[in-house]
């Protein structure tokens, strides 16, 4: 696989349910072998972002690229590079676990059933018991495992970690990381919780009522943002050249979460490094119209972006 | 996929199994006690006309019929609920449970899927049907007595009931796969698969195969096992009704002629003359026991086409689903 070849790629892509925008003009170019963090609260978009992008759901707008084919094709070779993760874990309850694997295996060439039937020895999943008995928590794995035995190029996962206690998060982390290094698969992650994935992510999406508000190296966007505070009695104008994502007032402080273009020198300003948790936090604090008017970022802008 | 197919759907076909296993023994026992009793009937030649004539013919005849309206109802509407009931959850049931976001993450193409899934199904729906059409044959002559082209018999005899059955089938799936709600799709297939058999029945079936036109001479013997379509006077020269007309004239000397003591037979010499003063001739339209085979081809073929096109309609509906 091409090093230029994006793994995953939206071009103004859109889905309108109704009257209401669920996605709205949608771009960005994740390259192979990264693990993205897609995050946004509730109802951001980012299942139909996902399911635009495993081809289940067809954009009203704009286009989706799956190593640069149109996953809407719903031909064996984009379907055979996709692993997709639905939010519900869809999982056929009658069949027994062992069932479940022999449908994934019947159904996928690249099938590794020994790495299917590994995961659910090391998670204590009994693969003579139906899928309906097992507990929640269970059957995610299990939905989990047949999206990695099927060994694709393209991971996507809408919220994987949701049903998983604290220990499984961690395997599952365990598992991606290893998997990313040793097929260099490309992993997409949603969550509305941005601790659940700062561990392992290197890319990240922000997405915030419908509409995407940063899609980029996780070093560039820590870069590029910056958080600057004063006393609120002597808040001083702004620093040319930023652009404000969120300000908060107090009585005693005031502080802004810029975007930057170069380093803010004004004194006048205490500058701090944000965390990614405080930059997300800011976009989807401040979802208002008035935010959405702000510069995308330019072609350019990621490392990545040689065409 | 086959064998998938076969595991999603199990508990489905087993029932159906199941519930056409059920049918068939009910079948064999009543059909039996008809045939008890029609043997009775025949072998103390009693009359269907004078029935009271003795207490073994009153006797058989309360044995026969009871169920036979019932059971004629059922053998019809067996083969298309079979279908109904194996076809509509193919979709809807995944769609509903959300697993086709499963199956279509596969690497196996949404056609394919759905035709391996269509596949086995109508084979299955229609394997189980035909297994039923010897049994539902030997019903029909056991208690009903009268000719297999005859309208309630020819529904239920033959190999019709498979097309219908693939036919409820594949509406069950396309509707399924359009509503995307098992239960309201099974609600609304059950009347539309009903009006459109009852249409083709009614408005289509007697005029599938031409029908043998005759005119009948006042001595000529008239047969019962043909399935009449139309009877009654026409002008000498024609053999169906002049543009505008209706077998049931409104000429006032044909009126005359028919109120002669013509119903589909005809005996009465008064008859011969009023034809000869009036320029008439009476005339039978109807399909006789030799079209039987066609017609069975023919209808068939009315609802394999409407299958095909129910088809055609959802794998377009599923290529091109909108969530």
Redesign the interface.
């Known amino acids: 696989m091409s090093e230029s070849m994006a793994a995953l790629e939206a071009m103004g892509l859109g889905k309108r349910y109704g009257r209401k925008w669920g996605l709205e003009d949608c771009s960005f170019r994740l390259p192979a072998g990264r693990i993205a963090a897609l995050v946004g609260p509730n109802g951001a978009g980012k299942s139909t972002l996902l399911?635009m992008a495993?081809?289940?759901?067809?954009p009203t707008a704009g286009d989706v690229r799956v190593f640069g084919r149109s996953p809407q094709d719903?031909?064996?070779e984009v379907?055979?590079q996709?692993?997709?993760l639905?939010q519900?874990r869809?999982?056929?309850?009658?069949?027994r676990v062992d069932?479940m694997l022999?449908?994934?295996e019947?159904?996928?060439?690249?099938w590794n059933d020994a790495v299917a039937r590994g995961y659910l020895a090391a998670l204590d999943i009994p693969t003579d018991s139906k899928v309906g008995r097992l507990s929640v928590g269970q059957q995610a794995q299990v939905?989990l495992t047949?999206c990695l035995a099927?060994r694709p190029a393209l991971l996507l996962l809408d919220e994987p970690v949701a049903a998983l206690d604290p220990v499984a998060r961690e395997g599952l982390m365990h598992i991606l990381l290893r998997s990313v290094v040793d097929d260099n698969t490309t992993v997409v992650l949603s969550s509305h919780a941005v601790s659940d994935l700062v561990t392992i992510c290197d890319y990240v999406i922000i997405l915030s009522a419908s509409r995407v508000h940063v899609a980029d190296d996780l070093d560039y966007v820590l870069a590029s943002h910056r958080l600057l505070m004063a006393s609120s009695e002597q808040a001083p104008a702004l620093p040319p050249g930023v652009l404000v994502i969120s300000t908060r007032h107090s009585e005693r402080q005031t502080n802004a979460l810029v975007r930057v273009e170069q380093p803010v020198t004004d004194p006048s300003w205490r500058v701090v490094e944000p965390t990614l948790e405080e930059i997300v936090i800011a976009y989807l604090r401040e979802k208002g119209p008035r935010n959405l008017a702000f510069d995308k970022p330019r072609d350019g802008d990621s490392s990545e972006d040689a065409r | 996929?086959i064998?998938?197919t076969w595991?999603?759907h199990?508990?489905i076909f087993l029932a159906s199994i199941a519930i056409a296993m059920a049918f068939a023994v009910w079948l064999a026992i009543t059909g039996g006690m008809e045939e008890h009793s029609w043997t009775i009937f025949t072998s103390h030649h009693c009359s269907l006309n004078y029935p009271g004539s003795s207490a073994v013919c009153m006797s058989s005849l309360s044995g026969t019929g009871n169920f036979s309206s019932v059971n004629a109802a059922l053998c019809g509407a067996l083969p298309a609920l079979l279908g109904l009931v194996l076809g509509v959850p193919l979709v809807a049931g995944e769609i509903q449970?959300?697993?086709?976001?499963?199956?279509?993450?596969?690497?196996?193409?949404?056609?394919r899927w759905l035709l391996t899934k269509i596949g086995v199904g109508a084979l299955f729906t229609a394997a189980i049907v035909g297994a039923l059409a010897p049994l539902f044959w030997w019903w029909t002559d056991a208690a009903q007595r009268n000719s297999h082209i005859q309208p309630p018999n020819f529904d239920i005899s033959g190999f019709v009931g498979v097309a219908y059955a693939l036919s409820a089938f594949m509406l069950g799936v396309a509707l399924g796969a359009l509503i995307r709600r098992a239960g309201w799709a099974f609600a609304a297939c059950v009347p539309i698969f009903a009006l459109v058999r009852i249409g083709i029945r009614l408005y289509v079936r007697p005029g599938l195969i031409s029908p043998t036109t005759v005119t009948v001479g006042a001595d000529a013997p008239v047969g019962n096992t043909d399935w009449y379509l139309n009877a009654g006077f026409v002008p000498i020269g024609r053999s169906t009704p002049a543009p505008g007309q209706t077998w049931a004239n409104s000429n006032l000397v044909i009126e005359k002629c028919q109120g002669l003591g013509y119903g589909t037979q005809k005996a009465a010499h008064s008859a011969t003359y009023c034809e000869r003063a009036n320029h008439l001739h009476y005339v039978m339209q109807f399909q006789p026991p030799g079209h039987f085979w066609p017609l069975q081809g023919a209808e068939s073929a009315i609802f394999l086409v409407l299958a095909g096109a129910l088809l055609a309609l959802t794998v377009l509906a599923v290529?091109?689903?909108?969530?």
Do not use: C, H
Not at chain 1, 106 to 110: A, D, K, V
Not at chain 2, 319 to 323: F, M
């Open positions: 399911r495993a081809g289940i759901t067809r719903q031909a064996v379907l055979r996709i692993g997709y639905d519900e869809p999982l056929y309850r009658s069949f069932e022999r449908f994934g019947r159904l996928n060439p690249n939905a047949m099927k | 996929m064998w998938a595991r999603m199990r508990s449970q959300r697993t086709n976001r499963l199956a279509w993450t596969q690497s196996i193409t949404r056609t290529r091109r689903w909108r969530t």
